[in-house]
């Protein structure tokens, strides 16, 4: 079943400041996830223009998580089943991330990212059809927020308190309650998460599983971008993009290993594959049927 849910994260800053915070965050958050065997391996970063989004950069990456997978699905999954493919279109402040997995081959995950002036109330801002937004979710994540999950310790979240938080450099916060309505300057990232795992049995549980990772995620790293405004705030897109090349190189040096992004004979579609064509001789028809490990489902 496909799920769709719309992330609305509210920033006390301007647009043209979080695209510098965004891009700040995201590099010092994969310089200190990246170690030896895991973490971030840049494949390209590279300028891009084209009919759909314009002008904006292109990235491939490889995220290799291994350590960070629940317990439940290190049960029929085998421990590289979270190296997972990236590619982002980052067209600020129209941004598109599409994430693979070569292990579950017809999963997929898809970000779609608007970013406006406002604090959070608009609505539809993805032309949604009136079947998607039937079935859309919206959630307003509060970067103040101190809530925890499972996710929230596998991804190592900060302690900041942002009720007493103040940046030295500009003066902003403490964040409390009812923020979002008083802040200035105020800005929101909309964004609209869908993901299929068209799995019999276990889909609908990685499905949610991966929804409040994606959730987790959220929440750090704009926690993050505001937490380190005094460390990005002044810098320019030049220095910025002079420190993701250095950051990727470095990232690159650390990762040991290539992962072939080809599915291996031994992905999660072929194993239930061989799995199924093993038992069947043993089962009736409507067995079969009613055994049936991989379903399609509407896109």
């Avoid at 450099?169 to 923020?179: A, D, N, Q």
Wanted: with cysteine; net charge negative.
């Amino acid at each position: 079943m496909v799920q769709i849910k719309e992330f609305r994260i509210v920033m006390p800053m301007s647009l043209e400041e979080y695209q510098i915070a965004q891009m700040y965050m995201v590099t010092k958050m994969q310089q200190q996830s990246t170690t030896s065997s895991e973490g971030v391996e840049v494949l390209q970063n590279r300028p891009f223009e084209d009919d759909v989004f314009g002008k904006g950069q292109y990235t491939s990456k490889i995220y290799r998580l291994q350590s960070k997978a629940p317990a439940w699905l290190t049960t029929f999954a085998p421990a590289d089943a979270l190296v997972m493919q990236e590619e982002a279109w980052n067209a600020y402040p129209r941004c598109k991330t599409v994430i693979k997995c070569p292990y579950f081959t017809r999963f997929s995950l898809t970000i779609d990212t608007i970013h406006l002036a406002d604090s959070g109330q608009s609505e539809n801002v993805h032309g949604l059809s009136k079947e998607q937004l039937a079935a859309r979710q919206v959630e307003n994540i509060d970067i103040a927020s101190t809530a925890k999950n499972y996710w929230s310790y596998a991804i190592e979240s900060s302690n900041v308190d942002f009720s007493k938080f103040k940046s030295a450099r500009t003066g902003r916060g403490p964040l409390l309650e009812g923020w979002q309505e008083r802040c200035g300057p105020v800005m929101t990232a909309y964004k609209l998460v869908t993901i299929d795992a068209p799995y019999w049995g276990f889909g609908y549980r990685l499905e949610q599983a991966l929804l409040e990772g994606e959730k987790a995620l959220f929440l750090e790293s704009h926690r993050n971008c505001f937490s380190w405004i005094d460390e990005w705030f002044g810098m320019t897109m030049q220095q910025i993009r002079e420190i993701e090349l250095q950051s990727d190189s470095s990232f690159n040096d650390k990762v040991v290993g290539k992962l072939t992004l080809m599915a291996k004979p031994n992905s999660c579609d072929q194993r239930f594959s061989m799995d199924s064509a093993k038992t069947h001789s043993k089962m009736s028809p409507l067995d079969s049927e009613k055994h049936e490990l991989v379903v399609d489902t509407e896109a």
